[in-house]
């Protein structure tokens, strides 16, 4: 099993939404995450499953991380609740995971057997929408992980504001087929 964990976060402030939104709009980035992703096995919070266009992105399962055993999902043969987080130190399989910060925050913090294998981390470097308003949420605890506990292992690619590169956990065994697949999907 390998975990990866995907973000885009903000330069120098590590946000990565205001409010319910991402405080910008680069369909580069969008298109990145969708190659890395696609026929993957997803993990989001309520919040950023609910943030999904029609609560679904095409071509992947996704496990909707929440508190609420009673929460519906809008496609039950392809989107599964998961309640614990636990539950994912087991797990077989390939998960990526897609966010949000507390769930980015608990994978990074919450031990060996949760932490992600690889970290695509992925920074924009424009302006924030100026128009957003709500609370900035930010991911500098996982920031702080990755610096601290991860190597980067890829050159910086850059398009359209958005400098990305691949992380893996130091004394980690990566699959070398999810690490390819990766690699090759972000320029």
Known sequence: MTKIAVWCRHEGDNIIGIGPNIPWRISSDFKRFRRITEGQTLIAGQTTYESFPNRTLPNRKICVLTLNPDYEVSDPDNHFVVTDIRFFKEAEGDFYISGGASVYKAFLTGGNKLMPDIIVDSMYTGALNPELTGQKVDITP?????????????????????????????????????????IETIP
């Open 142 to 182: 996982c920031i702080d992980v990755m610096n601290a506990s991860y190597r980067q292992i890829s050159q910086t690619y850059e398009k359209d504001a958005v400098l990305t590169s691949v992380w893996v956990r130091k004394g980690a065994f990566v699959d070398q087929a999810v690490l390819k697949h990766i």
